[in-house]
């Protein structure tokens, strides 16, 4: 009797985990832009599209505090008046009209990408 309980408790905890690792889509520590549009057009999944837009916001931070004082700035988004969702559909576009940078970190395609598609004037 104490054998099918254990049984079926291992039965029961395999099965409530399968579906936690059937989500694992991207590797961990993957850093590379292909790793990222994976997660990113994901759009039911809505833990992924927060960390999409935390990651892009994140990285824009992180230029305007590494520019230099005084330095004229190369992205401008004020202008355009673009939202989230609309800034990552275009970042997915370009992204398959440029798939040669997946292999690069993610961090430096947006920097890329922020400016060709959003370019101070």
Same mark, same amino acid.
């Given at each position: 009797m104490k054998t099918l309980r254990v049984s079926i408790g291992l039965v029961i905890s395999f099965l409530v985990l399968l579906p936690v690792t059937s989500f694992a889509q991207v590797k961990p520590h993957d850093a590379s832009t292909a790793a990222m549009v994976e997660l990113c057009k994901s759009r039911n999944d809505i833990d992924a599209q927060n960390f999409c837009f935390g990651f892009g916001e994140g990285v824009y931070q992180a230029y305007l505090a590494s520019r230099p004082a005084g330095s004229k700035p190369s992205i401008c988004f004020a202008a355009n008046n673009h939202t989230r969702e609309?800034? =990552?559909?275009? &970042?997915?576009?370009?992204?398959?009209?440029?798939?040669?940078?997946?292999?690069?970190?993610?961090?430096?395609? =947006?920097?890329? &990408?922020f400016k060709q598609r959003y370019p101070c004037k």
């Amino acid at each position: 009797m104490k054998t099918l309980r254990v049984s079926i408790g291992l039965v029961i905890s395999f099965l409530v985990l399968l579906p936690v690792t059937s989500f694992a889509q991207v590797k961990p520590h993957d850093a590379s832009t292909a790793a990222m549009v994976e997660l990113c057009k994901s759009r039911n999944d809505i833990d992924a599209q927060n960390f999409c837009f935390g990651f892009g916001e994140g990285v824009y931070q992180a230029y305007l505090a590494s520019r230099p004082a005084g330095s004229k700035p190369s992205i401008c988004f004020a202008a355009n008046n673009h939202t989230r969702e609309q800034i =990552l559909d275009d &970042f997915l576009k370009w992204n398959q009209q440029n798939p040669q940078f997946n292999p690069e970190q993610a961090a430096k395609t =947006l920097i890329r &990408f922020f400016k060709q598609r959003y370019p101070c004037k």
